[in-house]
């Protein structure tokens, strides 16, 4: 029996590139939309995809955390490049020009960089707009959910296929 294929990367990169017949569940959200995807796994093969494998390990100990450490899970090794290499299929989308996560960092270096600077060169409370940006990375990395991220997600240029 071939395993179910939950593929874990983010929007854009699903829709630029997937394995045919994965099922879309991306990390950022995989603490709400996992469940229900899960509760339909009861007895099959699960195996989790990734760009490389780092998000498919953390999508594996998220599933064990929600209570659903009975089903047989594995990490794709190597993710979707392996998948790749090793020659099998893959199916093309729409490309998006910069991934989520590098335009979430574009944005929030230069608001950083920008914010010390003026709190040095003009008014210390500038400094609050750093601490701002901080606490957002600080949240996106503790909960895994980037709200950020949701926002230029929704963005004209980040508009992929309707779903």
């Known amino acids: 029996m071939d395993p179910v294929i939950i593929d874990v ?3 854009d990169e699903f829709d630029a590139e997937h394995v045919p017949g ?8 995989f603490a709400r939309l996992a469940p229900g995807v899960l509760q339909a796994m009861a007895g099959k093969d699960i195996l989790i995809m990734c760009r490389s494998g ?4 953390m999508a594996q100990t998220q599933i064990r955390q929600l209570g659903f450490g009975e089903l047989k899970t594995e990490v794709f090794a190597g993710g979707i490049l392996e998948w790749k290499n090793q020659g099998r ?3 093309t989308g729409k490309a998006c020009h910069i ?6 960092q574009l944005v929030v270096g230069p608001v950083v960089l920008v914010c010390a600077l003026l709190s040095l060169l003009v008014d210390v409370r500038f400094a609050w707009g750093a601490a701002l940006f901080g606490a957002g ?27």
């Open 9 to 11: 990367r983010e929007q």
């Open 22 to 29: 994965s099922i879309w569940v991306p990390l950022s959200q």
């Open 54 to 57: 780092k998000r498919s390990a």
């Open 89 to 91: 299929p893959v199916h």
């Open 99 to 104: 991934p989520i996560l590098r335009q979430v």
């Open 137 to 163: 990375l600080s949240f996106a990395g503790a909960t895994g959910s980037c709200p950020l991220a949701e926002v230029l997600g929704r963005m004209p240029w980040n508009a992929g296929p309707k779903r």
